[in-house]
C-alpha cells in the first residue's frame, strides 16, 4: 500500500501505459481519476480497478478540459497529490517535407502542451499541500532520434525539458517532478508508428523496434507501471528531476 491515502490524476488511463499505471496505483491503495479521450475506455479501466475510481472524459490538450478534469477529481476525492501524464500520439514514419502544420501541433499539443496544462491545474492544490508529485511518460525518443519522427522526438525532447524545468521551479514547494522514458512498447500505439497492412506492420515491428531492444523484448505496461509506482511514493521521496529509461537497453 504505498500510495494508501493518496489522489492520482492519470492521463491516457484509458489504455496502454495509463492503463496498467492506474490499476497498480489503486492496487497501492491510490484514489484514481482515469481521465481518457475515450470515455468507454476509461470506464472499463475503472471497472477493472478496485474501489475509489473515477472515470473521466477529457481531451488533455484542451486547456478548459484540463481545468475541469482537475476541478473534478478534487472535488470528488478531496485533492490531488499524484499527476501521471501518459497520454500521448504517435507518428507514422513520415518525412519532413509531408508532415502537415496539423499534424505537427496535434503531436506537439498532446505530448507536451498536455503537460504543461496539467501542472497549471494541479500545481495550486499540491502548494497548499507543500507536496505533490508529477511523473511525465516521455520517451527514449525524446534523446535517440529516428528518421522520419521528427514531430514525435520534438514533441517528447520538450516534454524532457520541461519535466526538468518543472521540477526545479516546484522543489522549493516539495513537489517532485520525473519523467520515465519507455523504449519500444507492447501496446496498442506501437503499430501506429507505422505504415502498411497488419502483415507488414507485424513484420516491421520485430525488425525495427524489436531487434533494437538489447535486451531482446517489447517493454510491458507493467514495467512502465512498476517504475511509475517508485518515483510516485514516498520511496523516491529524495528524487526530482530523473529521467528513467525503462527501455531494455534501447537508449545506451
Request: contains cysteine; aromatic residues 6%.
Amino acid at each position: 500500500m504505498l500510495l494508501k491515502g493518496k489522489t492520482a490524476l492519470v492521463t491516457g488511463g484509458g489504455s496502454g501505459m495509463g492503463k496498467a499505471i492506474s490499476k497498480l496505483f489503486n492496487k497501492e491503495g491510490a484514489q484514481v481519476a482515469i481521465v481518457d479521450l475515450n470515455q468507454e475506455a476509461a470506464e472499463w479501466t475503472a471497472k477493472e480497478c478496485g474501489t475509489a475510481v473515477l472515470p473521466i472524459q477529457a481531451n488533455v490538450a484542451a486547456e478548459e478540459e484540463v481545468e475541469r478534469a482537475v476541478n473534478q477529481t478534487v472535488k470528488h476525492f478531496g485533492g490531488v497529490d499524484i499527476v501521471v501524464n501518459s497520454a500521448g500520439v504517435p507518428m507514422a514514419f513520415t518525412p519532413v517535407e509531408e508532415v502537415s502544420i496539423e499534424q505537427w501541433q496535434r503531436t506537439m499539443e498532446v505530448n507536451c502542451t498536455s503537460i504543461f496544462l496539467t501542472a497549471k491545474y494541479t500545481v495550486p492544490f499540491m502548494k497548499q499541500k507543500n507536496s505533490g508529485a508529477i511523473l511525465n511518460i516521455c520517451s527514449i525518443a525524446g534523446v535517440r532520434a529516428r528518421p522520419g519522427l521528427n514531430a514525435y522526438c520534438a514533441s517528447k525532447g520538450a516534454a524532457i525539458m520541461l519535466t526538468k524545468a518543472l521540477a526545479i521551479e516546484l522543489a522549493p514547494y516539495r513537489i517532485r517532478v520525473n519523467g520515465i522514458n519507455p523504449g519500444p512498447a507492447d501496446t496498442p500505439m506501437l503499430s501506429k508508428f507505422l505504415h502498411g497492412d497488419e502483415e507488414q506492420i507485424q513484420r516491421d515491428t520485430k525488425e525495427i523496434f524489436l531487434s533494437s531492444v538489447p535486451l531482446g523484448s517489447l517493454i510491458q505496461p507493467e514495467d512502465i507501471a512498476e517504475a511509475a509506482l517508485y518515483l510516485c511514493s514516498d520511496q523516491a521521496k529524495i528524487v526530482t528531476g530523473e529521467i528513467v529509461n525503462v527501455d531494455g537497453g534501447r537508449g545506451i
